[in-house]
């Protein structure tokens, strides 16, 4: 079985029954969220203006999304403040994959312009970060059961978590909250 290499298509989906009670953005509703629902949400680390989301179909283990507060798909239209923070929360993210994951190299990108792109949600924009191991294309077939991937993603939901309690200016309060940066 050949496999194209296409992790840009591969977007956050809702699980069964997990999010009925979000209406409009899921991003905006994450982004806004109650810090209490952030484990059961996969959302792992949040900074003044981002968060940082775990895919819930990886392309691989530690596929997560870091995504902006801000409602527009056009990258032109986040401000100073907001790309600074967006991008410090990159390499943090890039670190805490290092330490809990530790794979051999990264894909990280963005899907803009709509379905040509290959997003399923294109009005709220978000990098795709993909930590790649050597020969790691077959990696799908292997994993396709459903409910190996869930597994795998809550192991991975603790990994990225300690990886990120142990950074520089982190803040852990509840068991099930995302680890806050305040800058
Ligand atoms: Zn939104």
Known sequence: MDQVFAPWRI?????EGGNDDVDGCVFCAFADGD??????????ARSARSFVLLNNYPY??????VIPHAHTGDYRDLDDEALLDHARLK??????????????????GLNLGGGAAGGSIDDHLHTHV?????????FMPVVSDTQVI???????YDR???AFAQQE?????????????AE
């Open 60 to 65: 691989n283990p530690g596929h997560v999304m």
């Open 35 to 44: 810090l209490a629902e952030d484990r059961d949400r996969r959302v792992v």
């Open 169 to 181: 200016g982190a803040t852990v309060d509840g068991e099930d909250e995302a680890v806050v940066f």
């Open 150 to 156: 869930v597994e795998a993603v809550d192991e991975t």
């Open 91 to 108: 390499q943090r993210t890039f670190d805490a994959l290092d330490d809990g994951i530790g794979p051999d190299a990264y894909n990280a």
């Open 130 to 138: 993909v930590p790649r191991w050597e020969g790691d294309t077959n």
């Open 11 to 15: 977007e956050w989906v809702e699980r």
């Open 160 to 162: 990225l978590r300690d």
